[in-house]
């Protein structure tokens, strides 16, 4: 069993910064990625980076390349996302995801979210113009 549980949400305007945490407990010993995903209204679950534990690799998505940035802190078993030159368009839930003894694949296909199991119950993002 894996907990997951995300903070640091909130509201802010454009431009402005947010860093979102991931806090995990329970059994990881098999987590080897990790992911943060967006669902807006009437929209798919869009994932928007990843991290693969094992290999200290990250991905992005092209919508956030060069404003977010994800890392784990070992210590406090936590994956944070640094979110910064906010837009109107990043407003969503925003989940945070693992996968265990996930196998090796392109930096897309670590965005799908159909190969992660374990969820967080989502935080809201809103960033006003």
């Known amino acids: 069993q894996v907990q997951l549980v995300e903070s640091g949400g909130g509201s802010v305007q454009a431009g402005g910064s947010l860093r979102l945490s991931c806090a995990t407990s329970g059994n990881t010993r098999d987590i080897n990625l990790m992911g943060w995903f967006r669902q807006a209204p009437g929209k798919d679950r869009e994932g928007i980076a990843t991290f693969y534990a094992t290999t200290g690799k990250s991905y992005y998505a092209d919508s956030v390349k060069g404003r977010f940035t994800v890392s784990l802190d070992n210590s406090q078993k936590t994956l944070f996302l640094q979110m910064n030159s906010l837009e109107p368009a990043d407003s969503s839930m925003y989940y945070c995801?693992?996968?265990?003894?996930?196998?090796?694949?392109?930096?897309?296909?670590?965005?799908?979210?159909?190969?992660?199991?374990?969820w967080g119950q989502g935080i809201r993002v809103t960033v006003s113009s």
């Open positions: 995801a693992a996968a265990e003894r996930a196998t090796t694949m392109t930096a897309r296909k670590t965005l799908s979210a159909n190969l992660f199991r374990n």
